[in-house]
């Protein structure tokens, strides 16, 4: 009877003990004994056992939440999301501080609902937020666990995450360390870590040992981490409000994600990380027009312009130095400038939510990514600039980097599933159709096919070039590339039986155009620009059989003191008939360039033996003369 009632005693004590300290520990939500407001706890329903990570990975993911508190009705993802796109526009208007404790709320939330994706979108956006207030240790850390937390994930993620490491090992002061090394070690423990972190106290948690490599009494199990006292939460990096940028992190992650893919589908390693950056849209701005300015020096463009009127292309009236600006501002959305070899990406973007983005921002982080590549593998330089005396070579050159960039563009938005492959067909058209929508339709027609040109007859030369060829024999390209437009209008010039044009040579000037006339350009117009001339003038289909068969031509403008210009074009065909072909369209387009001329001499058979034709109009001088497989050509205004 004793015995019983002693158990029966020590059983009661027991009851006691455990109800007591269960209400202790759930003394937050007694309804009763208290005035103050009810804190929150962390979690309801624990799902982390769901997450493939090693214990001190948890412990780690843990330390950058712990202290904050999520009521059980918002301890699900559905809150976090939403949290999410309340974090993308705090960080987008520049309240870092408070996007600093949304951020760990959504990997609180994620981490106790066993999200991967979740946690990793919650710490890219808080190794972000460091960065950006120059807490570069602080943002390595964060990093460094996604670089472990990546090989969880997936091959594209830990490729992404290798190239934001990379990125921050960069930008390290004193910092000696190989990058892949650090991913096969699954980033270094210890006193290496606290070298990383040494820029913020933050990237050690607080209560914790770095020395100790994370163990349980430094860093508690993750599951263990509501049964602890609750410390404080992480502090935001302090953030400089001056000449913030409103930068959008996610963007940065599709950059890195664009970066690996282009890799793949152009067969060029990354290597080092392109360097990217965020920057208001007018410095993008302005680095467009300075690299503008350097292809077109407004010298140049004056001379271009006489050119182009002289050549009946444009009327005198077209402003085209504003054509030129407004051209190189038609996509501010990012920019690689092969001066700095960084690509600068607007800060301004928006986007991202729920996974989607506009297709601008897509296509121009696409084709700048590819142009980095182009740049860090060919030197892109010799094709940023125009080939002094040859226009014709610079268009081809233009040519062979567009339509490279857009072949991969093509491939990219087909994986993207942007694109269905029964489109793919009809891509150039799309393409046409785009930039001649940019353009405006005030653009003379010759100036929109030169703005087209470079780009639908790159990409057509590239997917018949792709249709038979490798990504290396593509690369070959960069050191044997095509000469003409030519070569882009007939690919198998280039493909097949190859026809590099012909070198036509500066000559005296005739006597028409001795002192006090100055020549002030010389230049190689080529198939593409002969065409658009016959074609201003005369039926399309003539003008196309027309300029077919060139082979080499020499363009020589003239200036008189009075302001009057005059040409010599001088031009080499691969055959005799071809140059008569091309003479008599000549011929015909003098009719309708100069109406009423009369044709003041005449030699051989006008429209198959054309030796020398001579037309005056108005003062106007134009004289034709056809030798064998070369055509001379002279237009003089009157004196």
């Avoid at 699900?76 to 526009?89: K, P």
């Avoid at 353009?439 to 007859?457: C, Q, S, T």
């Avoid at 064998?628 to 009157?638: A, F, L, N, Q, T």
Wanted: proline share 5%; charged share 25%; with cysteine.
């Amino acid at each position: 009877m004793n015995d019983f009632d002693y158990r029966k005693a020590v059983l009661l004590v027991i009851l006691i003990l455990v109800v007591g300290l269960c209400l202790y520990r759930y003394r937050d939500l007694w309804p009763f004994g208290t005035d103050s407001p009810k804190p929150s706890v962390i979690v309801v329903e624990d799902r982390t056992a769901s997450l493939s990570l090693d214990e001190e990975t948890r412990a780690e993911i843990v330390d950058y939440f712990r202290g904050v508190r999520i009521p059980p009705e918002e301890n699900n993802l559905d809150f976090a999301r939403s949290l999410d796109s309340v974090g993308r526009s705090q960080l987008s208007e520049g309240n870092d501080e408070e996007a600093h404790s949304t951020y760990q709320k959504v990997l609180a939330i994620s981490y106790q609902q066993g999200s991967l994706k979740g946690i990793g979108t919650a710490l890219l956006a808080l190794s972000e937020i460091a960065e950006r207030g120059d807490h570069q240790g602080e943002a390595l850390g964060v990093v460094l666990l996604l670089s472990k937390m990546a090989e969880a994930m997936g091959r594209e993620e830990k490729e992404v995450m290798e190239l934001r490491l990379a990125r921050l090992l960069e930008q390290q002061d004193g910092i000696e360390m190989q990058m892949t090394g650090i991913l096969e070690e699954g980033a270094e423990e210890g006193p290496e870590r606290t070298t990383l972190a040494s820029e913020s106290e933050a990237a050690t948690p607080p209560g914790s040992d770095s020395t100790d490599g994370g163990s349980e009494a430094a860093t508690p199990p993750a599951n263990d981490s509501t049964d602890r006292e609750v410390q404080p939460a992480k502090p935001a990096p302090k953030i400089s409000t001056s000449g913030r940028l409103q930068v959008n992190p996610r963007i940065l992650q599709l950059a890195d994600q664009i970066e690996i893919q282009v890799s793949r589908f152009r067969g060029l390693p990354v290597g080092q990380p392109i360097v990217k950056t965020f920057a208001k849209r007018e410095e993008i701005e302005k680095r467009l027009l300075e690299l503008a300015h350097e292809l077109n020096p407004p010298s140049q463009v004056e001379v271009d312009k006489k050119a182009l009127v002289k050549l009946g292309l444009i009327p005198r009236s077209f402003a085209l130095a504003e054509f030129l600006r407004r051209t190189a501002l038609l996509s501010t959305v990012s920019l690689y400038d092969p001066r700095t070899k960084t690509l600068y990406i607007a800060d301004s973007l928006t986007g991202m939510e729920d996974g989607e983005v506009e297709d601008e921002i897509v296509v121009s982080l696409v084709m700048n990514l590819v142009h980095a590549l182009q740049d860090r593998h060919f030197n892109l330089t010799p094709y940023s600039v125009r080939v002094e005396g040859n226009d014709d070579a610079s268009m081809a050159r233009l040519a062979l980097v567009l339509g490279d960039a857009l072949a991969v563009l093509v491939d990219y938005s087909v994986s993207s599933q942007l694109l269905s492959p029964a489109q793919v067909s009809d891509v150039d058209l799309s393409f046409r159709q785009e930039i001649e929508s940019q353009l405006g339709e005030d653009v003379p027609e010759a100036l929109r096919e030169i703005n087209v040109f470079p780009a639908v007859a790159g990409f057509k030369f590239m997917r018949s070039f792709r249709k038979w060829n490798s990504l290396e024999d593509a690369t070959r390209l960069y050191s044997d590339f095509p000469r003409s437009t030519e070569q882009f209008m007939h690919p198998e010039k280039y493909l097949a039986q190859r026809d590099d044009p012909t070198i036509v040579e500066w000559q005296p000037p005739p006597i028409v155009l001795s002192v006090p006339w100055k020549r002030i350009d010389t230049n190689v117009l080529g198939e593409l620009s002969l065409y658009l001339v016959l074609n201003r003038f005369i039926e399309r289909h003539k003008a196309v059989r027309a300029s077919q068969g060139w082979d080499g031509d020499r363009l020589e403008l003239f200036e008189h003191p009075n302001g009057n210009l005059a040409f010599v074009l001088r031009s080499v065909w691969d055959t005799e008939e071809d140059a008569r072909e091309f003479a008599a369209a000549y011929s015909d387009l003098v009719q309708k360039k100069y109406p009423g001329a009369q044709l003041v001499n005449a030699g051989g058979n006008r429209r198959t033996e054309i030796k020398e034709l001579q037309w005056e109009s108005d003062g106007n001088r134009i004289i034709l003369r056809v030798n064998g497989s070369e055509v001379e050509i002279i237009e003089v205004e009157p004196i």
